[in-house]
């Protein structure tokens, strides 16, 4: 396993974050409990979570995944050091969680506080912001027109940022927290936080994760840059395009079981004619080298400058043993060649 520093935090992440979102809906505490095993067992150390998990998210299930790792902690409070540990905040809009408010400082220190007892655990090390309070190009809003830069005030949000900062000042003071991050963020975001920390002298935001695939990659390069600049850590979501890249779902296929047969909160927005399309290429590429759809997609982002570790997730131990080994391959200058002629095809495809 080959690691990354995360950012300006100084800690080494493994290449591969082991995501959770399956875990209480799609995976058991018993499955869950078999893929961490596993994946420390190949060098992973960093597990992403977040309160409003598992996916697709729900009032009833609410906080279940951080319960089912807290489960798992409790069960092994000698490896907690092992582990750089996330969660995440949610953002605006969900009724069942803070009555669908914004995020605030008064949020922040509660989120923080409930996440501690679920997990079972005295830190977090890395707590994220999930979504931006303001309205982001990101869950398929990224088209021209769909969000109006121009109708928001600046000054408000950069208030409310200030006071988002200034609570998770006090969690990282009070030892709740180590260091925090974003998500589902944009540069503007990224660099007002920034600004925000140095003015202000408060905790600096060490990384973002944000959606990016084969079939999304919005953020290269102009946010990719600016991470890498600024010394932010980059961590995709979505590698394999909410499954799409695996193939699985070529022809209308749809698995029993499989995360697009799950009601979506947006929608299934990747299920579209040219992202079918895209997938048809990118299977062929990884037939004609010996390797699975996932396996290429997932190298293909492991290798991309500016990538500090990528966010996986599997339902069965069969997919988290192909989805990790992906990251010890590399692809050779074919491959890449073929790949970005079918990626210039198809650059943007839902």
């Not at 092994?76 to 605006?92: E, V, W, Y």
């Not at 869950?139 to 200034?166: C, D, T, Y």
Request: charged fraction near 20%; include cysteine; glycine fraction near 8%.
């Amino acid at each position: 396993m080959q690691y990354s520093v995360l950012g300006s935090s100084g800690e080494k992440v493994s290449r591969v974050c082991l995501g959770s979102m399956t875990w209480g809906l799609q995976n058991s505490q018993i499955e869950a409990n078999e893929q961490i095993e596993y994946a420390l067992s190949q060098g992973v150390n960093f597990i992403d979570t977040a309160e409003l998990y598992p996916v697709p998210p729900s009032g009833d299930k609410y906080g279940g995944t951080e319960i089912i790792i807290g489960n798992w902690l409790a069960q092994n409070p000698t490896r907690r050091k092992d582990l750089i540990l996330t969660s995440k905040i949610a953002g605006p809009g969900l009724s069942y969680i803070r009555d669908g408010a914004k995020i605030s400082g008064e949020s922040v220190i509660a989120a923080v506080d409930a996440s501690l007892k679920r997990l079972q655990t005295n830190y977090i090390d890395l707590f994220q912001l999930h979504w931006p309070n303001r309205m982001s190009p990101h869950f398929a809003k990224h088209w021209p027109g769909k969000v109006k830069f121009s109708s928001a005030n600046s000054e408000r949000e950069s208030n409310s940022m200030l006071e988002i900062l200034q609570a998770l000042d006090s969690c990282v003071k009070a030892g709740k927290i180590r260091f925090c991050g974003l998500s589902d963020d944009t540069p503007w975001g990224i660099n007002t936080y920034l600004k925000l920390s140095e003015q202000y002298a408060l905790p600096r935001m060490v990384s973002i994760q944000n959606e990016f695939s084969l079939l999304h990659a919005k953020d290269w390069p102009y946010l990719i840059e600016n991470c890498v600049r600024e010394n932010v850590a980059y961590l995709p979501w979505s590698p394999l395009g909410g499954g799409m890249l695996s193939g699985k779902y070529a022809n209308g296929a749809m698995p029993k079981g499989s995360r697009w047969t799950f009601e979506q909160r947006n929608g299934v927005f990747r299920n579209t004619e040219l992202g079918h399309a895209a997938v048809a290429g990118y299977v062929d590429i990884a037939r004609e080298h010996g390797l699975s759809p996932s396996q290429l997609a997932l190298a293909w982002c492991d290798q991309l400058d500016g990538v500090t570790s990528t966010i996986i997730g599997a339902t069965s131990m069969a997919q988290l043993k192909e989805n990790i080994a992906a990251f010890e391959l590399g692809l050779n200058a074919d491959v890449m060649h073929k790949i970005g002629a079918v990626f210039k095809q198809y650059p943007l495809p839902f």
